[in-house]
């Protein structure tokens, strides 16, 4: 017989409108949730992939502002990862670098291993590596640029959080990058786009999965954001008009993206999982 789950549920109460919080049962929680002075992510392991420079670095140093220490994943910009290195360290905290292609499953695989071996635990995966080349038509999507996106954009999410579950326990938060392609689509960025949106479906269907684990998972679609991989993606003239189009007009920075990973990481959101947030410039999506 199926085991079944028993929901918990408060006495019966009724009261005249509008009603008093002192006279419920439980009374309410109202009070600021409560953090060591240290910081909202005191003493987590926080591991970022992609966060080297963009939004992953500036997520890993609000981490590390908060508490948090890192190990970072990256492809091959060595120089950037040390910087970023550097600029956690000044924060007190450890940070672990891992160089090597996330498109590979063995990788991922060694990334888990060595931080676990470094850190002995995982409190938070952000999964944020992320790759895109324009094309014309789909017609200009060569089968190995089609896997390739997908190997590091989709596949490395599912291989990173595949091998750290064994070590994540209640409490956890998984956070996927998505995007605002994923929403409304990109004529020049059909394959990268299909990956965003499997990232929407992977957050949504691994979030109802874990949710007795009491681990939670989302994901955050950032609209246009000023990272190394726009200025190494597209054109001069895109790269000064970039981000231009959004309601804002502008381009976003990576640490105007950074709190929503804090905010999902941390307590703040412990009521939350399988959502997306949107920090986009203004630009109006469902879901």
Known sequence: MEKQTKKKIRP???????????????????????????GKLKNKVALITGGDSGIGKATALLFAKEGADIVIAYLSETKDAKQTQKEIEAYFRKCTLIKGDLGKENHCKKIIETAIKNHEKIDIIVNNAGLHWEAES?????????????????????????????????????INTSSVTAYRGSPKLIDYSATKGAI??????LSANLIEKGIRVNAVAPGPIWTPLISSSFKPKKNSEFGSDSPMKRAGMPNEVAPCFLFLASEDSRYISGQVLHPNGGEIVNG
């Open 12 to 38: 019966q109460q009724k009261q005249q409108r509008p009603g008093l919080e002192k006279n419920m049962n439980p009374v309410p929680e109202t009070n600021p949730i409560k953090y060591p002075k240290e």
């Open 138 to 174: 789909i017609e200009d999507i060569s089968t190995e640029q089609l896997s390739k996106t997908f190997q590091n954009n989709f596949f490395s999410y599912f291989w990173i959080t595949k091998y750290a579950m064994p070590y994540l326990k209640k409490g956890a938060s998984i």
């Open 200 to 205: 929407i479906s992977f957050t949504r269907s």
